[in-house]
């Protein structure tokens, strides 16, 4: 049995047709949503989620492709596009009688929550993006030989059919690579944990190369859209993330000001999964953020 978040209630809430996302859900007060990244599950929280939810009504799911939730077939560029895995979540958080709620994201699911926080600023109250940069700034600082660093961003990126072939054959050793390079405290993620992440990643490679496939193409579109209209974060931002700017030659504080006007941006020092690694000062980093 795959581990479980102790003390959580687990449900199945429909929040698209054909579509339940799995979600873990304790404590009271205001809520917070908290999204995982790549390549894991709702689990990365289980630090930070018992931590938050002595004060607030937490709710951890799976994204859409990931984990326990449902994995719909790729029908169309929008089908893991990160606009519609927003709205999954704003859907999740309504059925859960919550209509305004402050949203933190690690890695992809701080991609899903910069998208909530553009198309539905009515409902998030406080954002969170953890060790990553906007899409469409992704991509254009990525060059060079440092671009080597997202090898896999370009794999996945690639149209239906090679990508899921080729990490499919050999899906242990491809997710658990970046387990194993990105942590810099291999303690921090259980041998039981690290097998509950490769588990839900074996059975989910079509939908989580479509998650990677759409930011390569349509959610470049909508970012791209939005910084034309000038559309911008307008609720407090808190962005955490490891100094990957000077090695690939860019300002994180800067790209992500340029988004958010009001910003909070520090640079951790632990690994890429912070959460897990340094669980005490993402929690202590999500207070403050409520508190603004």
């Not at 326990?68 to 999740?92: N, Q």
């Amino acid at each position: 049995m795959a581990p479980v978040l102790p003390g959580f209630d687990y449900l199945r809430v429909p929040v698209a047709d054909g579509v339940s996302l799995n979600a873990a859900v304790a404590g009271s007060g205001s809520p917070i949503v908290l999204l995982h990244g790549f390549p894991q599950t709702h689990l990365m929280w289980r630090h930070v989620a018992a931590d938050l939810a002595a004060g607030h009504t937490v709710i951890c799911p799976d994204l859409r492709g990931y984990g326990a939730s449902d994995k719909p077939a790729e029908a169309g560029r929008d089908t893991y596009s990160k606009r519609t895995m927003a709205t999954d979540v704003v859907a999740l958080a309504r059925a859960l009688g919550h209509e305004r709620f402050a949203l933190a994201g690690h890695d992809r699911g701080a991609l899903v929550a910069f998208r909530a926080g553009l198309d539905h600023p009515a409902a998030i109250s406080h954002l969170a993006c953890l060790d990553v940069l906007p899409t469409l700034d992704m991509w254009e600082v990525m060059h060079g030989a440092g671009a080597a660093v997202g090898f896999h961003l370009y794999l996945m990126a690639q149209p239906p059919g090679l990508p899921e072939q080729m990490i499919g054959a050999s899906a242990d050793a491809f997710f658990g690579h970046f387990l194993d390079v990105w942590t810099l405290d291999r303690g921090a993620i259980p041998d039981g944990v690290r097998a509950a992440y490769l588990d839900a990643c074996r059975t989910a490679v079509p939908s989580i190369v479509a998650d990677y496939r759409a930011s390569a193409g349509i959610d470049v579109d909508h970012d791209r859209k939005d910084l034309e209209a000038g559309n911008r974060l307008r609720m407090p931002v808190t962005v955490l993330q490891q100094d990957w700017g000077a090695a690939l030659g860019y300002d994180a504080g800067a790209l992500w000001g340029a988004w958010a006007p009001d910003l909070v941006h520090e640079t951790v020092g632990c690994g890429h999964f912070m959460a897990e690694e340094d669980p005490a000062g993402v929690a202590a980093a999500l207070r403050a953020l409520l508190a603004r």
